[in-house]
């Protein structure tokens, strides 16, 4: 659940509904009449802004949204892991989802890793650290992160040690919902981050080149076999849907008039030859569940209407009058066919997914 | 929306940009890697420090005192065969590493521009030689001037996109010379029209492709060979390049390894902290040249590393890492003597080809080791060996020695050929040296300092270049000079900078007459007391005072008053800095290395009679029985009465007509002391022995005339007693004071495998039994060590005792729990040097911490530091254990030459016994020495080794035992010996 408070609008149930009319049209027309429906608002990136850090990006929106990732590694010596023998046992346990068969030996990099090697903080100026807004950001980008196993495994020493990875964000206090500005600055931070290249072999104590030219990005352009590596960390877009409209990277008074509000995480992997790989789905309660309803003049007394008499009797005239034109919270729960429509703009061959991946790359290069 | 960037903007200044960073990563000891930035703000006022230059004198920063630092170059820079007008030399990183020696000649290399580039480059690959560089820029008459390119706007270089850091570094190398070419040029032209003399900046280097690309730049270079070809006196410099440079070179097809090769670092890392592998300094048996031991953590005995494969070419010194061996690699450590150059006499240095690691006769000795080791029964245990998989730290530093005469191809003084001869080093736990020179018929028969630069895994010696030659073998003066090199004694004259912090008044300086001078603050007037000092005969540096007086109340008032050094010597100036290094003052046999100027260490800190003189006293109130009713610390003014030495202070104490109050206060200090005597000893003090003699010498020539062991009278210990009880009691103060930070000084118990030895040789030998449980059962049964036939017996069995002891040391107190304060020796819980500050640094500190506790001063920060201050002890430690073995190395060298041609039978002792000689030690000459097989009779006769009854039993003509502790006749002579060149005493059976 989105925390709301932040996030509250304060438009008045004509103008919600006003904004809902033009989102439905087919095409809809957005707040930005400039953009269509699948066009993200501008912003500005940069990266490599923090000299100190291994990896570091700041991306800024127009209305002043702003996010500034830094991201740390440290090198922590890991728990004892069983033999290969006791291993798939002790991961099960640990990974949970990790297939007992997969796990035997063979696929060795997909157990490597381990969730807790990536701490991700959020710091927003005016909230406390234990505040839902930040705490919740920062495990559904957590959960992005770990969710393809990648980036994890990347921090893979060998068995006795590991990087950890703190990837601290500081966010400006938000002026629209921000998952989707971190996640691309988190996204464009890791991209930029490079690890010191080691020297010692097998399970030695790690020792790295103290030259920091020669250090290693933790996403390389190019494999060792010359062929383009497309492994990058996952992103999330967020989608909304008003009516049978799908509208990606909503500013926060679209967001007030959604009906659904989703979450995609997706990462561009090797496994898949096209498109992206979408990694995690969540939906979000959009704040437009919050918002005040508009009172028809049928159920005001003071425009010749008869104001219910219980709060049962309110709720069945408002069912009946939904489609008046009369501001109506949106109840919530999204058609299937809406979700498969979203996940396939966003995974297709040059979809969202694809379209925000290779941005954020050009970045790099520009 | 007006956008901003976080990222610093070039733009600003223009394109001109005035910083830079530099980014590195980090790995700490805990194992923590970072990432590191450091900006770099670049500016334009470095100057070039040439006199020739007016423009960098206007820019130059100035001081406090509105003064620009004194520019370096000279104005006329001497000139070459390809410079006519002369040459400030700028060279690279390998130009140092290799040819040290050469700069820091006197005749040659002047003007030289050290680049900080360079400088930088030289402390990461060798922090002695970057220290040494240091002290060359330090040295104002060589002119060498560190500029600072990498600060300079026009010089800094910054690091291109797949650029190494060699590369990088070598174009930051020519960048400042071309710099300095352009610049230099400039500052002649406006000096004036008529352009004269130039002076081109040369870059020195033997990287060939630098060289290469120079040329291309056309920037002035010369490789390091070809510049010195060029000087005077080229041969002797040329032999002063190190050799490792070189060999890389010329060897580089040849495969064949004689050594296995070091693991990777990391890999030793993870060994030694995962406990499998062990990390400690590589120690080689003064008897047997084949056999190490190291002493790691993880065990109470040294793991023995055996044969030259095993030792991988550690060097004596050197800190290894070692791997454990199989348990059917374990041997007894070895009854044998094996020497080197009875073994490999007829090795060429020359060839390389066809050598093996071990050579056919090493092998066979170490052969008949292993043989010996089976035959064994518990008694030699095999031990548990180890090999040296990785060194850690080379401790190699200058070697004294002489050039092996077999190894030298033609010994003609004109010959100037190349060729490769060996060097025998005095320290005969040192391998021979490759030297590669072209003055091999100079340099035989004369003592000569040599380094090691490298030791391939094809070689089978570690290859070295020549340093200089300190004079002819037996010649006082390199030896002198020679055992003060091999022990590290700082010997140079004192710097200017020193000289500078002593008083202004110099000799003049006086006690202030005024109460009312700041000198006097916090100080009690002591002048009215008896005092007298005690001291050897001919005492300079006296450092303490005495005196006693008699109490109203029966009691005795007791006075211990040391020369007051820290009022002269203040914390952190560059005298102190010096006397920290120092460590201690050495004594030699004809000659004293001070740790202070002259001026305070014989006269404004030592106590002279007749003068005032500051002093620090401890002062007790003590009861007729010795008992310590109280203790009292206060800095004093005092005059002594009288200097005595301590046969005339005996005289006169045993004279019964000296009846003045000055001799009675000394029989009161007599009694007393013998009081404090009894106590001590009760409590478990020992009272070891170690052979001391004295050698007079003639006092014109200080040519030694005889040897006499040291005679100890009833004062010595008079004033030793009184020394040891000031000692305790500042101790005690100071640790009250600061608890985490007093500098003590501890000697913990031997642990009891160190007596296991001679416990067992005593109950086999002589049916006695030696207690080790504490100092008092030591003590105790030390005193029973009795062979009624032979009064020297006891002694003996003391001198091997002391042996088995552990060196006392210097410690801070927050290092160590408080029971481990403990001085087994004087059974004292706690201990420090309080009496001898004008020859021991420690004492000093000590005083500077009394006078903090007892509130005359605030004490200084550095003191407060137990990390600087256990830096500080590290290495007094060490100061202290070559001093003494210096000292010892002296006495060694005089007895050699006062025996010189002489012919004597002595009696000896038989103290040690090995499977092919034994030790005799000779209580008249406090010399003891090997007698090997060998030298009793040619060929070398048969013997039976009973390792269990310590009994060799020698067939052939000799045809007689010889056991442990016996008693035998020696002849005494002397001899030359081969391996080291020193004239040493040779002893023969009669």
């Avoid at chain 1, 500005?44 to 923090?50: G, I, K, M, T």
């Avoid at chain 1, 099960?92 to 030996?105: F, I, K, R, T």
């Avoid at chain 1, 890791?190 to 290693?216: H, M, V, Y």
């Avoid at chain 1, 069945?316 to 034109?325: D, F, I, N």
Wanted: with cysteine.
């Amino acid at each position: 659940m989105a925390p709301a408070m932040a996030l509250q609008v304060s438009l008045s149930p004509a103008e919600l509904s006003y904004l809902r009319a033009t989102l439905s049209q087919t095409p809809p027309i957005r707040l930005d009449h400039t953009k269509g429906p699948r066009d993200f608002r501008s912003m500005r990136a940069e990266f490599d802004v923090l000299p100190g850090a291994n990896g570091s990006a700041r991306i800024a929106l127009e209305d002043g949204l702003e996010a500034l990732v830094g991201v740390k590694a440290e090198v922590q010596r890991s728990q004892w892991q069983p033999a290969p023998g006791q291993q798939e046992k002790a991961l099960s346990v640990a990974a949970g989802d990790v297939n007992m068969a997969e796990a035997d030996g063979e696929d060795d990099a997909r157990t490597k890793g381990h969730n807790t090697w990536i701490e991700l903080s959020i710091d927003v100026p005016g909230f406390r650290d234990d505040d839902p807004l930040p705490v919740f950001l920062a495990s559904m980008l957590h959960e992005t992160l770990v969710a393809d196993g990648q980036l994890k495994d990347k921090l893979y020493i060998n068995r006795r040690f590991h990087w950890k990875l703190y990837i601290d964000v500081l966010l400006s206090p938000p002026l629209s919902y921000p998952l989707a500005l971190l996640s691309m600055a988190t996204h464009l931070a890791l991209l930029t981050t490079r690890l010191p290249a080691l020297k010692s072999e097998k399970d030695e104590d790690p020792l790295f080149d103290d030259d920091w030219a020669a250090s290693l990005p933790l996403y390389p352009n190019s494999g060792r076999d010359g062929r383009a590596v497309v492994d990058k960390p996952p992103v999330i877009v967020v989608a909304l849907a008003v009516g049978d409209n799908i509208i990606f990277d909503p500013c926060k008074e679209e967001l007030a008039v959604a009906d659904a509000v989703l979450a995609v995480a997706c990462t561009s992997s090797s496994s898949s030859s096209k498109g992206v790989q979408i990694v995690g789905m969540r939906t979000i309660d959009p704040p437009s569940h919050l918002t005040p309803p508009g009172i028809p003049n049928s159920m005001n007394s003071a425009t010749g209407g008869t104001a219910p008499a219980s709060s049962a009797d309110a709720l069945t005239q408002r069912e009946l009058l939904a489609s008046s034109g009369v501001w109506t919270p949106p109840r919530g729960g999204m058609k299937r066919a809406l979700l498969g429509q979203v996940s396939k703009m966003v995974s297709e061959d040059g979809g969202i997914g694809e379209e925000v991946i290779t941005a954020l790359e050009s970045i790099e290069l520009g | 929306m007006e956008y901003f960037s976080l990222k610093r903007s070039n733009a600003v200044d223009g394109g001109n940009f005035s910083l830079s960073s530099k980014v590195y990563v980090r790995s700490t000891k805990s194992g923590k890697v970072q990432k590191i930035v450091r900006e770099l703000y670049l500016r334009q006022d470095i100057p070039c420090s040439s006199n020739l230059c007016r423009a960098c004198l206007q820019i130059a920063p100035t001081d406090y005192s509105n003064k620009v630092a004194p520019f370096v170059l000279s104005d006329t820079p001497a000139g070459s065969k390809n410079f006519p007008s002369g040459q400030y030399l700028a060279p690279d990183t390998n130009a140092f590493l290799t040819g040290m020696d050469l700069f820091e000649v006197e005749s040659a290399f002047h003007d030289v521009i050290v680049l900080q580039t360079v400088l930088e480059e030289v402390k990461n690959r060798s922090l002695p030689l970057y220290h040494r560089l240091i002290a060359l820029t330090k040295n104002e008459g060589k002119r060498f001037y560190v500029f600072f390119n990498e600060f300079r706007q026009e010089t800094h270089v910054q690091r291109a996109v797949g650029e190494t850091i060699n590369d990088r570094n070598d174009r930051a190398v020519r960048k400042a010379v071309q710099w300095y070419n352009q610049h230099i040029a400039a500052a002649v032209a406006t000096r004036s029209k008529k352009s004269q003399r130039i002076p081109s900046v040369v870059m020195i280097s033997d990287d060939r492709d630098n060289l290469k690309k120079s040329k291309a730049e056309g920037i002035p270079a010369l490789t390091l060979s070809e510049f010195v070809s060029g000087l005077d006196n080229a041969d002797e410099l040329l032999d002063m390049i190190s050799a490792a440079q070189e060999r890389r070179e010329v060897r580089t097809g040849k495969a064949e390894m004689f050594y296995p090769e070091y693991y990777s670092t990391s890999k030793m890392m993870t060994g030694v902290k995962a406990g499998t592998m062990h990390q400690g300094i590589f120690n080689v048996s003064p008897y047997n040249y084949l056999e190490g031991s190291v002493h790691v953590p993880a065990f109470d005995k040294s793991l023995l590393v055996l044969g030259r494969e095993n030792s991988n070419r550690a060097v004596s010194g050197d800190v290894v890492v070692v791997e454990v061996l199989p348990k059917d690699q374990w041997k007894a450590p070895s009854t044998k003597i094996i020497e080197e150059e009875t073994l490999n006499k007829n090795d060429n240095p020359e060839a390389e080809d066809g050598e093996n690691v071990s050579s056919e006769r090493e092998r066979r000795a170490l052969q008949e080791e292993v043989k010996r080791v089976h035959g064994q029964n518990a008694e030699g245990r095999p031990q548990p060996t180890a090999r040296v998989v990785g060194i850690i730290k080379r401790n190699w530093r200058q070697y004294v020695g002489h050039i092996d005469r077999d190894s030298v191809r033609s010994s003609s003084k004109t010959s100037r050929q190349q060729q490769v001869v060996f060097l025998v080093p005095m320290d005969k736990r040192i391998p021979k040296i490759r030297l590669r020179t072209r003055q091999a018929g100079e340099l035989l028969g004369q003592r000569v300092l040599a380094t090691i630069d490298a030791w391939e895994r094809d070689s089978r010696y570690p290859f070295g270049h020549f340093v200089r030659s300190l004079g002819e073998l037996e010649s006082k003066g390199a030896e002198t000079e020679a055992l003060l090199l091999e022990w590290d004694v700082q010997y140079r004259p004192f710097p200017k900078t020193v000289l500078d912090c002593l008083p202004a008044e110099g000799h003049d300086w006086k006690v202030p007459a005024d109460l009312q001078n700041p000198g006097w603050r916090g100080r009690k007037d002591l002048r009215d007391l008896l005092v007298c000092s005690i001291d050897p005969p001919g005492c300079v540096d006296i450092d303490d005072a005495l005196h006693a007086r008699k109490l109203p109340n029966g009691n005795f008032e007791v006075g211990v008053h040391i020369a007051d050094v820290s009022h002269f010597v203040k914390p952190n100036n560059a005298m102190d800095k010096e006397a920290s290094q120092r460590g201690t003052t050495v004594y030699l046999v004809d000659k004293r290395i001070d740790m202070l100027p002259m001026l305070l260490g014989t006269d404004l800190c030592s106590l002279k009679p007749y003068v005032e003189r500051y002093a620090f006293s401890v002062l007790w109130e003590i009861t007729s029985d010795a008992d310590i009713v109280s203790a009292n610390f206060t800095k004093s003014v005092i005059r002594s009465r009288e200097a005595f030495s301590y046969e005339q202070a005996q005289i006169r104490i045993d004279d019964a007509a000296q009846q003045d109050d000055l001799t009675n206060g000394m029989r009161t200090l007599m009694m007393l002391s013998k009081k404090l005597r009894q106590k001590r000893m009760d409590a478990g003090a020992l009272n070891l022995a170690s052979p001391e003699v004295k050698i007079q010498t003639e006092s014109e020539t200080s040519d030694p005339v005889d040897v006499q062991t040291k005679k100890a009278l009833d004062t010595n210990s008079l004033v030793e007693e009184f020394m040891l009880l000031a000692n305790i009691s500042v101790a005690g103060k100071n640790y009250e004071a600061f608890p985490q930070t007093a500098l003590l000084r501890r000697h913990a118990a031997p642990p009891k495998t160190n007596f296991e030895e001679l416990s067992n040789q005593l109950k086999v030998k002589k049916g006695l039994e030696l207690r080790t449980d504490s100092s008092k059962a030591l003590a105790d049964s030390l005193d029973l060590c009795i062979d009624s036939k032979e009064p020297f017996f006891n002694t003996l069995v003391r001198i091997m005792a002391t042996r088995c002891m552990m060196s006392a040391e210097y410690f801070c107190s927050g290092t160590q729990a408080y029971p481990e304060f403990r001085h087994y020796g004087l059974a004292s819980e706690i201990y420090t040097h309080f009496t001898s500050p004008i020859r021991r640094y420690a004492d000093l500190e000590a005083h500077r911490q009394l006078a903090a506790a007892i509130d005359y001063e605030s004490l200084d920060p550095s003191l407060h530091s137990k990390s600087k201050l256990e830096g500080v002890c590290k290495n007094i430690n060490v100061r202290h254990r070559n001093a003494q073995m210096a000292g010892r190395a002296s006495i060694e060298y005089y007895v050699g030459q006062a025996l010189k041609g002489k012919d004597i039978v002595e009696e000896g002792f038989v103290m040690k016994i090995f499977s092919n000689g034994f030790v005799v030690f000779v209580p008249r000459f406090g010399i003891e020495s090997l007698i090997r097989l060998r030298d009793l009779e040619t060929p070398e006769p048969e013997a039976e080794f009973d390792a269990e009854n310590y009994v060799l039993n020698v067939r052939g003509g000799v045809g007689r035992d010889v056991e442990l502790f016996q008693k035998v006749q020696v002849r005494i002579t002397d001899e030359k010996e081969e391996s080291t060149g020193k004239r040493k005493v040779r002893l023969s059976l009669v």
